[in-house]
């Protein structure tokens, strides 16, 4: 045989060498798929929980929306009520003026009286 030259045997030699590598890397590749199939199907899993917890917020947000709609008042509502309590100051400072007008004129109250109920 001459230097340099590949027997049969060596060629069988070589091809089951190749034949037991591309095995182990076929297995390898093999059990990276399944390990990678295992995480696809946790991260599914996590993104399913994780769309019913957002869907549930929704809910939730839309509730508090609700909620502050309808209990929240608005600046025409508070305009209209301090409109009505300033009315009642205003018939509730009349009568009181008329009240020291008529118990000054009937002398049950002095002057520096009236005066004083007036100016508080």
Do not use: C, P, W
């Not at 798929?33 to 696809?40: A, H, L, R």
């Not at 549930?56 to 600046?75: A, E, H, Y």
């Amino acid at each position: 045989m001459k230097k340099g030259e590949i027997t049969t045997k060596d060629l069988k030699n070589n091809i089951d060498h190749l034949r037991v590598d591309i095995g182990d890397v076929l297995k390898a590749v093999n059990d990276f798929s399944t390990d990678v199939g295992k995480e696809i199907s946790s991260i599914k899993g996590d993104v399913s929980g994780l769309r019913s917890d957002v869907n549930s917020l929704k809910g939730d947000f839309g509730q508090i929306k609700k909620t502050i709609n309808t209990q929240m008042v608005t600046k025409d509502y508070l305009d209209d009520k301090l409109g009505q309590m300033e009315v009642g100051m205003n018939l509730k400072h009349t009568r009181t003026d008329k009240l020291v007008s008529v118990l000054k004129s009937k002398k049950a109250l002095t002057i520096a009286e009236s005066k004083q109920i007036l100016a508080n």
